[in-house]
């Protein structure tokens, strides 16, 4: 899968992109993964990407032209372009099944805004998708850019080993994860539970069941038939 990312700080992805699965997918040549600059796409002398609002009110907003230059370089006409998503707290929230339906596609266009917002006009005429990584503010949509693109990574064919893709379908289900523990069997007075040392598979599965469902009925009742606002799966 090809992912371009465009933003104004190019530098913030160090790191998150060249480590861990990130780094091992794009090495491996699963994910073609690319980082922009939108000032490239700025023009005039000081190579500025934000003008002061219509209609006042504080801060800046991001220009539309950059934004649009970009996109028309990296990927052309309206037709030939991926799915194009922008990073705002107004998007549709992240969640497991639209980040399945992401890491289908061939390839994802991400534009990453700063200030107090990007020309809506990049809203209805580039982004095909508005999407929100949570219910905060940050400073801009490169955290949340980050969030997206290790989410939708670690579903492509072959990026995680067999082990890791156990721990993908225990997350599938709409359900939070039971406890985990390894040695020691006692540490700083807190025992491991007796059932899951017991080596009773069956005993040990029943309660990792139980567990689950209590802590998710407690945290996140949303998840299992209460209030509504999301499922994990
Ligand atoms: C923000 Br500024 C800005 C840009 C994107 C996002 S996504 C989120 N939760 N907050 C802020």
Avoid: K
Wanted: glycine share 10%; net charge negative.
């Amino acid at each position: 899968m090809r992912i371009d990312v465009v933003t104004i700080f190019p530098d913030y992805f160090h790191g998150p992109f060249d480590v861990s699965l990130l780094g091992r997918a794009r090495r491996s040549g699963l994910l073609d993964l690319r980082v922009h600059d939108l000032r490239r796409w700025a023009t005039g002398r000081h190579r500025t990407v934000d003008d002061t609002p219509y209609g006042g009110g504080p801060g800046m907003v991001m220009a539309p032209a950059p934004f649009f230059d970009a996109t028309e370089e990296l990927y052309g006409a309206v037709a030939d372009r991926p799915r194009t998503v922008l990073l705002t707290p107004r998007g549709r929230p992240l969640r497991q099944p639209l980040v399945r339906e992401l890491a289908t596609e061939p390839g994802l266009l991400v534009l990453c805004g700063r200030y107090e917002g990007i020309d809506e006009r990049v809203h209805e005429a580039l982004a095909t998708d508005e999407v929100s990584v949570g219910d905060y503010v940050l400073s801009g949509g490169e955290a949340a850019a980050c969030v997206l693109v290790e989410a939708v990574t670690r579903l492509l064919p072959g990026v995680l080993g067999n082990a890791e893709s156990v721990v993908e379908e225990s997350f599938s289900g709409s359900r939070l994860e039971y406890p985990h523990y390894t040695r020691p069997a006692v540490y700083r007075g807190m025992a491991v539970p007796e059932v899951v040392r017991s080596g009773d598979h069956a005993r040990v599965a029943a309660w990792r069941r139980a567990r689950a469902l209590a802590i998710t009925r407690e945290r996140r009742p949303d998840l299992v038939g209460g209030e509504p606002g999301g499922e994990v799966d």
